[in-house]
Nanobody, 123 residues
């Protein structure tokens, strides 16, 4: 059974940093890509960043460029989201997802999802 477990969320002041982790287990396939999405209260779940399992390609949403970095450790089967210079509008539940097909910013391209980790940025 594929499991994606996020960790590292919490309360942080605006301008601070946080690193989220997503540990994958039970993988019966090699994911083509991993992605981070987020969902704020009353809003749609939106793409934040994605990376191919090989690490050769990655991209981020315009709203986090220059502040967030996605990376992966294939030995540990873990994907990270380094969040720097956070803003109150970054407050959301952050979800990790795995895609068997492609690197995409579209939710339906992802086959497996974690339960999410809450990030709250205080002003």
């Amino acid at each position: 059974q594929v499991q994606l477990v996020e960790s590292g969320g919490g309360l942080v002041q605006a301008g601070g940093s946080l690193r989220l982790s997503c540990a994958a287990s039970g993988l019966t396939f090699r994911p083509y890509a991993m992605g981070w999405f987020r969902q704020a209260p009353g809003k749609e779940r939106e793409f934040v960043a994605g990376i191919t399992w090989s690490g050769g390609l990655s991209y981020r949403a315009d709203s986090v460029k220059g502040r967030f970095t996605i990376s992966r450790d294939n030995v540990k089967n873990t994907v990270y989201l380094q969040m720097n210079s956070v803003k109150p509008e970054d407050t959301a539940v952050y979800y990790c997802a795995a895609s068997s097909r492609r690197l995409s910013d579209i939710k339906r391209e992802y086959d497996y999802w974690g339960q999410g980790t809450q990030v709250t940025v205080s002003s």
